[in-house]
């Protein structure tokens, strides 16, 4: 695989302005997914439709984004990558506009599909990100793109709601047509035009991310640290509307959105972990840290069933501690192929999300059968484990290496 791999030894230093560009661009566009998660009954009534079918949307947005995770990242190494962020930018600007303007739900459903795969730009954004990061701001750069990245997936149903009630459904789909275009000409305006690192064949391409997965085994303990604190994030998430639209909290749809702002606090506070391996702390020494808290603070959501402040507390640890491992995961996997960031970003985020998925099913079944202790027991557990394999992790990379008589 080496021999294939052209290196090259010069990179770009990264200014504020394009850092700020690329943090906007990354929660303006992953918002994209998820703007229509408060809207299933409006969008039910305005389509004629079953709610079910509503949900269907979702996960079309949903496997979308999975198959461009599997097909279009890993053309981030094999293309130059400011043509190629536009390129997607503007289809999936496109497709949210379809979906503003869509006569019918298959229209909506069709034009969601689009959008999904190629929305997966982001994920092409933070490899980038990290390319572009000079000697010691990988920490603090990838983070703070990170940050924006969660900033949209936590904000992004606050907005819908607001924008919904004041404009109606369509409204909502136009300002992400509009916001997608605009990181668009921004990201053509502001980011610097890197050569491609490889030149290999699209199928060998593909090909070598599995590769990856068998040579590295760095990026194989990172992806099960991933998948354990998203699915745990995604099980907390799934069920919290159902836990506050209910006594003893019986809160609208709006106050349950801006609930969400207390994640945000958390996935802000998480920028610390970037400035801490520029400081010289070990990420793979501070995940311990950041999964025991994790599981910890679902002490605090478990007592949220009563208590809003100790939900709220327990939702800035839970997040804070999700998105430090994330960016510790990034920050150990991107120096390990240089050349092949954009793989093993893509090698990370496929499980990643498939991880989500099976978080959020899983939460469903069991706020129905045991309600929300038993989403607490579960959202703890996982990063419980993660704990144990870092224990494992750490334990193993301290003992010595026999010397050879």
């Known amino acids: 695989m080496d021999s294939q791999l052209a290196e090259r ?47 269907l949307i979702n996960t079309v947005l949903q496997v979308g984004y999975a198959v461009g995770l599997a097909t279009l990242v890993p053309l981030g190494d094999l293309l130059e990558r400011r043509r190629l962020l ?29 959008v999904g795969v190629s929305s997966v730009a982001v994920q092409v954004i933070v490899p980038f990100a990290s390319h572009l990061a000079g000697k010691g701001q990988h920490g603090r750069i990838v983070s703070t793109v990170m940050s924006g990245l969660l900033m949209g997936i936590l904000l992004s149903r606050t907005v819908s709601g607001v924008i919904a009630d004041l404009f109606g459904w369509r409204a909502v789909f136009g300002l992400g047509a509009a916001l997608t275009a605009s990181v668009a000409v921004v990201l053509w305006r502001e980011l610097p035009v890197v050569a491609p690192m490889v030149s290999l064949r699209y199928p060998a391409l593909l090909a ?53 702002l207390f994640g945000a606090a958390g996935a802000l506070a998480a920028r610390y972990a970037g400035r801490l391996v520029d400081k010289g702390y070990s990420p793979r020494a501070t995940t311990g840290i950041w999964v025991a808290m994790m599981a910890l603070s679902y002490v605090l959501i478990g007592l949220g069933a009563e208590s809003a402040v100790a939900l709220a507390i327990g939702v800035v640890f839970m997040d804070m501690g999700c998105q430090a491992t994330h960016i510790n995961n990034q920050n150990l996997i991107f120096p390990l192929r240089p050349e092949a960031r954009s793989r093993l970003n893509t090698a990370y985020m496929v499980f990643y999300f498939i991880a989500a998925a099976i978080g959020s099913a899983l939460s469903a079944v069991i706020y129905a059968e045991w309600g929300w202790t038993g989403v607490s027991i579960l959202g703890g557990v996982l990063p419980a484990l993660s704990f144990l394999v870092w224990v494992w992790e750490y334990t193993r990379s301290r003992r010595p290496v026999p010397v050879a008589a």
């Open 9 to 55: 030894t010069e990179t770009p230093t990264v200014s504020g302005r394009v850092v700020a560009a690329m943090t906007f661009a990354t929660g303006a566009v992953i918002a994209n997914l998820y703007y229509a998660q408060p809207l299933e009954d409006t969008l039910a009534h305005a389509f004629s439709a079953h709610t079910s079918s509503i949900g």
């Open 208 to 260: 070598s991310v599995l590769v990856l997965l068998r040579e590295e085994p760095v990026l194989r303990i990172r992806i099960i640290h991933g998948a354990l604190t998203f699915a745990s994030f995604s099980v907390f998430w799934a069920s919290a509307g159902f836990l506050l639209a209910r006594e003893p909290y019986g809160w609208s749809e709006a106050t349950i959105g801006a609930f969400a």
């Open 86 to 114: 536009v390129t997607m930018l503007a289809v999936a600007s496109c497709g949210m506009l379809l979906m503003t303007v869509a006569p019918s739900l298959a229209v909506f459903g069709a034009a969601a599909a689009v």
